[in-house]
């Protein structure tokens, strides 16, 4: 090769030369080797903070997964606790509601018992009158019972009536029979009864008189006093003047034996009934026997639980023996009277408006009272 070659194939492609010295090798060796190792350190390093970060992440999910489990426990407990407190909500709320319910209930009963027992209703209806009935019936079958154990099978004398009417002015005077069969006696109206108890003797206006301040007393507390509980036998409704002006008059002016003006309505009556019944229990006690006497049992089954009312008393106070006694006719209910008087009970006689007419054979008794019918204000039926 001729030095001309050896000078080209010693240039580079730009014709620089391409001949390098030892020294220069050398150098670019040591460079190739410093940037082996720098790069083998850089990926070292990554590598390391791969590891790192892989690491971390580990913890960190480990983190979340305790952090979500803690927190779903505690959500869970939130929640159970939530559902205790609203089951026991409900069911405080359920208790309640059964209260209210049983309160309810009970009301509803006593509203019915109140139905029952009560002049709640404004007109007639047929459980009115069916109770009514009921009442009666029970009253005088005891009634039909307890005469039939007393009847005397025996033949009797042909009984004179010891009655007779005064010819000079018609006025009443004793009325009993003798012991036998009963005549119907004579009837008159309860008009001309006022008019005979005005002219009883003086005496008999002041029959009531030595008894004038307990009366009075009595009728002033049923009037501004009215005690809506009390004991038995005293009068439990609103008295009003009008009432305690017709028994303040019956006891003093007519002496407990006469007729009053009607006050409109079978229930008016029965009120001013048991005022006069709960002053004369009040002063004769356990002796005094009241008789009422009208002729219908749709009547009598009214003054039952009118009295019933306005007393406080039960059915077991009417009987035959005590307490209250229910006729339909004027011939027991006097012979009833005789055997009281003759038992040394005292008895009391309430005739009902619908009586037309008094027998005389109830005008020998110290006590009665009839309620005369008003004819510019006649009662009607079952007028509450």
């Not at 240039?11 to 190739?32: K, T």
């Not at 309860?190 to 003797?201: G, H, L, V, W």
Request: aromatic residues 8%; glycine residues 6%.
């Amino acid at each position: 090769m001729t030095a001309e070659e050896l000078s080209q194939s010693n240039l580079g492609p730009d014709g620089a030369s391409s001949y390098s010295s030892p020294e220069a090798s050398s150098a670019f060796g040591a460079d190739s080797t410093g940037f082996k190792s720098d790069w083998s350190n850089r990926i070292d390093a990554l590598r390391q903070q791969e590891t790192d970060l892989k690491r971390s992440i580990a913890e960190l999910q480990a983190t979340y997964n305790r952090l979500t489990q803690d927190q779903f426990q505690k959500i869970q407990a939130d929640i159970g606790r939530m559902v205790q407190q609203g089951t026991a909500d409900l069911e405080q709320r359920k208790r309640n509601l059964q209260k209210e319910i049983e309160t309810l209930e009970r009301r509803q009963e006593r509203i019915q018992a109140e139905m029952r027992t009560t002049f709640a209703g404004a007109s007639q209806d047929l459980a009115v009158r069916v109770q009514g009935f009921k009442d009666y019936l029970v009253g005088s079958l005891q009634d039909l019972a307890v005469a039939a154990e007393q009847l005397d099978i025996t033949p009797a004398a042909r009984s004179t009536p010891a009655s007779r009417i005064d010819a000079r002015d018609g006025a009443p005077t004793a009325d009993r029979f003798e012991s036998g069969a009963e005549r119907s006696a004579p009837r008159t109206s309860p008009r001309r009864a006022a008019a005979d108890s005005s002219a009883q003797p003086a005496f008999a206006s002041n029959a009531f008189q030595d008894q004038t301040e307990r009366i009075r007393s009595l009728l002033d507390q049923y009037r501004m006093r009215p005690d809506y509980y009390g004991p038995l036998w005293q009068l439990r409704r609103t008295f009003e003047p009008i009432h305690a002006e017709r028994v303040s008059n019956w006891f003093f002016a007519q002496g407990g034996r006469g007729a009053v003006k009607s006050m409109g309505s079978r229930l008016q009556n029965v009120l001013v009934a048991s005022s006069a019944l709960s002053i004369l229990y009040a002063l004769y006690g356990n002796r005094l026997r009241t008789l009422v006497l009208s002729n219908s049992p749709e009547r009598l089954g009214e003054w039952r639980r009118g009295l019933q009312d306005c007393l406080g008393i039960s059915r077991a106070d009417f009987g035959t023996g005590q307490g209250v006694m229910l006729f339909d006719a004027p011939e027991p209910l006097a012979q009833r009277a005789d055997r009281i008087t003759a038992d040394n009970g005292l008895p009391f006689i309430v005739v009902d408006e619908a009586e037309s007419v008094i027998s005389l054979a109830l005008l020998q008794f110290p006590l009665w009272l009839a309620f005369a019918p008003d004819p510019m204000n006649p009662i009607a039926e079952y007028d509450y």
